[in-house]
């Protein structure tokens, strides 16, 4: 646990004034430098009651990483150490809010969420450059300063890992971003993150800073995940109205399920963002682009056919990722509202290219093949073979449904709602390698970008047990009885052998049925410990920090003098040397740094 500090005491050398909060890594304080004329955020960490090195690791990470990262939008680390066997760290103070506190009033407006949002990935990209990932993105993070003008700056990598260190710091797989936030990788595959789980979790900011809430809000965590993982993706102008249409295909891009379709870094979701604020179309992408495939059919057709007949228009309220529908109306045809397909979920297989663009953003200017852009290309010769397989598809269909309806329970399953039955029995289907694409009439065509017609339901999740603490045969049982597969590995441990002592993934976190949890398993006590580095401590520090490591020897320090008053009382030289193996009750020596006054001029 962090220590409780009182307005008025000193602290590390600085002198508290009050407490601004607590939560996540610890306790923070407004503080005052004792020996220069600034304020400080100081932080302190809260540790477990074993006092955990990993926690003390993380604790130093996180100042070190933030150390590394020197940005207009990022806080400045201005020191950290430890004092009184407390960790403690001193950053920048922000006079004002956060984005979070902001949005307790409502929605922003969009000028402004979009210049938080420009800042925010700045300092993001300039993270992922030095080999940062933040991995906890959302409106808490945003920090927004008082006065004019306002400045938004990223803060708490308390959870931020390097790219070369991604599974050195979180214990047991523990997923530790908010999950309303949280990319579907995060989440699912946490070994497979990068760059763009931060693009996903600010473009789910942004979403809150538009509605004014969360993309998929939901009642527990299990739905949360869930959302993420498979339900469609939300449009902001369906939670709010009188938000310009263009950030729904922003959101759209920033919140797919696949990485390969989302924006290729932060800064170039921003400027999508801010060209809608100025009612322009979206600049050109940098991302990966679509893998060339057949384009939907513009123009007037090449054989004019009897007008459509008319029907109840679709309408959807999502557009799933890169898969929404596009629909064309030859001129001279009443037009009306563009009716948009369900789409199957995000677990389908895609193209690997970013979305397509929505029918309703015009003024692109788009040069290349694809929607109002030239007549259309002749027949090929195959079409009589391909009309023909079309309606050899549509027969089936038919017949698989009349013995579905006739035979089963009379309700189509959930799996198949979405895409069984959107086609007519009437209607001509043209069969592609990439797309499945439906004709009423030569004036109408809508496209759908999967081969498929119907999609397997997402596994169910199931939450893994707290079984730490358990004997590894009663936690391997009711492991087992959940639906996981179980993988043991022994270690060294403090606890009684046998005594499960940490899980991989977390108790609580949510995961298919058939996964697999790691259950780490106490040996026992380890006989030996890793012998530290203690350059630099106090023989009191080194005594605790090889204590820590279940260390019951003696240490026996030896004064040399120096005239460097940097080191007095330091520990200059050690032996056993540091990554030594030693048994737990080796004597240890160190050479103790002692000035010695005498070499100075009296």
Not at 90 to 117: K, N
Not at 189 to 214: I, K, N, W
Not at 234 to 249: I, K, M, Y
Not at 360 to 383: F, N, S, V, W
């Amino acid at each position: 646990m962090s220590a409780t500090l009182r307005p008025g005491e000193y602290f590390a050398g600085y002198q508290i004034l009050r407490k601004l909060g607590a939560g996540g890594m610890g306790a923070v304080y407004q503080a005052r430098d004792r020996d220069l004329p600034r304020f400080v955020a100081l932080k302190l960490l809260s540790l477990p009651d074993d006092g955990a090195l990993d926690s003390r690791a993380r604790f130093r990470r996180e100042a070190d990483t933030v150390a590394r990262l020197q940005h207009p939008n990022i806080v400045t680390v201005y020191a950290r150490g430890e004092e009184a066997d407390q960790l403690w760290i001193a950053m920048t103070f922000v006079d004002g809010s956060d984005v979070a506190r902001a949005l307790r009033e409502g929605a922003m407006h969009p000028a402004r969420a979009v210049r938080i949002i420009s800042e925010t990935a700045a300092a993001l990209d300039h993270a992922h450059e030095t080999g940062i990932l933040h991995r906890d993105v959302k409106p808490a993070n945003i920090l927004l300063t008082e006065g004019r003008p306002e400045r938004a700056l990223l803060t708490d990598f308390g959870i931020a890992k390097a790219f070369d260190e991604s599974r050195q710091l979180t214990q047991g797989g523990e997923i530790l971003a908010s999950f309303q936030y949280a990319a579907p990788e995060r989440l699912t595959r946490p070994g497979e993150v990068d760059p763009r789980a931060d693009v996903y979790s600010l473009g789910c900011t942004l979403f809150h800073m538009l509605t004014g809430q969360p993309p998929y809000p939901g009642q527990n965590v299990g739905q949360i995940i869930y959302g993420h993982a498979y339900e469609p993706i939300p449009l902001p102008s369906h939670r709010n109205p009188a938000l310009p249409r263009g950030f729904d295909e922003v959101i759209t891009r920033a919140l797919a399920k696949e990485p390969d379709h989302r924006f290729a870094n932060c800064a170039e979701l921003a400027r999508s963002a801010a060209q809608v604020t100025r009612q322009g179309p979206p600049p050109p992408r940098t991302g990966p682009q679509p893998k060339p495939g057949p384009q939907p059919r513009t123009g007037p057709p090449p054989h004019p056919k009897p007008p459509p007949q008319t029907g109840p228009a679709r309408t959807s309220d999502h557009l799933s990722g890169p898969r929404f529908a596009t629909t064309r109306t030859a001129p001279g045809v009443p037009t009306g509202p563009p009716p948009t397909i369900p789409a199957p979920p995000q677990r389908q297989a895609a193209p690997s290219g970013p979305p397509p663009e929505p029918p309703e953003r015009t003024g692109r200017g788009d040069t290349g093949p694809g929607i109002g852009t030239g007549p259309p290309p002749p027949p090929k010769r195959d079409t009589t073979f391909r009309i023909m397989i079309g309606l050899a598809v549509v027969t089936a269909l038919a017949l698989v449904s009349y013995f579905v309806f006739k035979f089963g329970d009379g309700h189509p399953s959930l799996s198949s709602a979405t895409t069984t039955g959107v086609v007519p029995v009437t209607t001509t289907a043209v069969v592609s390698p990439t797309t499945l694409t439906t004709t009423e009439t030569p004036y109408t065509t809508t496209t759908w970008t999967s081969p498929t017609t119907t999609t397997a339901a997402p596994p169910k999740a199931i939450v893994v047990p707290d079984v730490v603490g358990s004997p590894i045969a009663t936690a391997k049982t009711q492991l087992e009885k959940e639906g996981f597969v179980v993988k043991e590995v022994q270690r060294e441990d403090k606890h009684t052998k046998g005594t499960v002592v940490a899980l991989d993934p977390a108790a609580g976190t949510s995961h298919p049925v058939g996964s697999t949890v790691t259950v780490y398993v106490s040996s026992g006590p380890a006989t030996t410990i890793t012998m530290p580095t203690l350059v630099g401590l106090s023989v009191a520090d080194a005594t605790g920090a090889l204590q820590k490591l279940g260390w019951k020897g003696t240490i026996t320090p030896t004064y040399v003098k120096t005239t460097d008053t940097a080191k007095s009382g330091k520990i200059t030289d050690q032996n056993p040397a540091a990554g030594t193996t030693i048994a737990r009750d080796a004597p240890v020596t160190v050479s103790v740094g002692q000035v010695s006054y005498s070499s100075y001029p009296s």
